[in-house]
């Protein structure tokens, strides 16, 4: 197991006790006991009121969570504590509950749940990092491209003779644009585009160059 797959995180009520006790933690300002039960390899980070304790093993992130307990206890702290894992596929902390999936089968489906996810709340914002560029030989076939990709499910969108696909990941583009020049006329122009957010309606400013 590699290292940094276990976490302790620890959320108190405002920012300056998180100070305090990330720097206790961090230079191991603790009792004899509770510093050799924290061991020299939890490394301990602060973001505002926020501490988190990494570790490499179940057991070690246990013992932390237990001396993050007793310590938020003695200097009388309100905060949340839990213990969380890294779950590779999902690319997230997750609670340390969740296992991680152990066969192809769990790890296909944990990725297609993430992607599932991933793609409502991109629905939800409106913001999709990808985009599919398909410039047909007239206003027609672009529209009957434009139909067939709504009717699919796809964030699909038209200007005249080209189409654009709002798509979550490049993988997931590249996909697309492979199937759709095998479908399309050899007349179609296809490509893939990173979506550049800060510019207005990007898709077809850029595409309209291609004229």
Do not use: C
Request: charged share 40%.
């Amino acid at each position: 197991m590699r290292d940094d797959e276990w976490r302790v995180e620890i959320d108190l009520d405002d920012a300056e006790h998180g100070l305090g006790l990330g720097e206790r933690l961090r230079a191991h300002d603790l009792d004899d006991e509770a510093r050799k039960r924290l061991g020299g390899r939890v490394v301990v980070t602060r973001d505002g009121p926020r501490v988190f304790l990494y570790a490499g093993r179940e057991s070690e992130s246990r013992e932390a969570e237990r001396v993050a307990r007793e310590l938020v206890a003695t200097e009388n702290l309100t905060a949340e504590i839990a213990v969380t894992r890294w779950h590779p596929v999902e690319e997230a902390w997750k609670d340390a509950s969740i296992p991680l999936p152990q066969t192809a089968e769990g790890e296909h489906e944990e990725l297609r749940l993430k992607e599932e996810t991933k793609w409502i709340e991109a629905q939800r914002d409106g913001s999709y990092d990808w985009l599919v560029k398909i410039a047909l030989p007239g206003r027609a076939e672009a529209a009957e491209v434009q139909e067939r990709l709504d009717g699919e499910g796809f964030p699909v969108h038209r200007r005249w003779r080209y189409v654009t696909v709002d798509v979550l990941t490049q993988e997931l583009a590249d996909e697309l644009a492979e199937r759709l020049r095998d479908e399309l006329p050899d007349e179609a122009e296809i490509w893939v585009d990173a979506s550049p957010n800060d510019i207005p309606n990007p898709a077809f400013v850029l595409l309209e160059s291609r004229l």
